[in-house]
């Protein structure tokens, strides 16, 4: 298993990038967003890797952080979705996008992504979702004794929650979930708290 490599970026295609290690070019398969990341040539790189093996194919995938090698992982455990499907998805989605996408259910975000119509969106929430909140929670226990800061997607994942528990508080003053979130859609609501979000949507609302 190649954990990752470290070599002398030789060439740039539009689907994969060659990478010189010690005279051994190696043929790495990436998204064209990680391509371009990548640096330019004759420049020393490191990419995560993947190492594939099929009875007819052997491939090599790269990726600029380990976040987005666990989503592309996580991803090629899910029925139906291969491994070009798992690269598109990575050019258009961040890793904290994806999984906060995957963990409030938000199927018309994951259909954005080229290749996922709605079955799949709802097939990678089925089989992601419970997984992605229990490294989620592990994470923010670790961030606690580490007394770290929360990461982006729990910060992401917390003000949605609180998102939700104005909307519900806003639908039982007789207002309906449409104009709520088309309200908030205006409005400056990131790390505001339940209250606040209520009050802001009363304001916007006209009561």
Known sequence: MLAYIKGTLEMKMTEYVVIDVGGLGYKIFMSEVGIEKLGNIGENVKVHTYYRVREDDISIYGFNTLEELKMFELLLGVSGVGAKTALAMLAVCEPSEFALAVIAEDVKTLTGIPG???????????????????????????????????????KAIENRDKIEEATAALQVLGYNKKEIDKAFEKAEIQDKTTEELIKIGLKLLGR
Request: net charge positive.
């Open 116 to 154: 996922i119509g709605p079955k799949s969106a709802k097939r990678i929430i089925l089989e992601l979702k419970d997984k992605m909140k229990k490294e989620q929670q592990v994470e923010e226990i670790k961030n606690q004794i580490e007394n770290k800061e929360p990461t982006k997607l729990q």
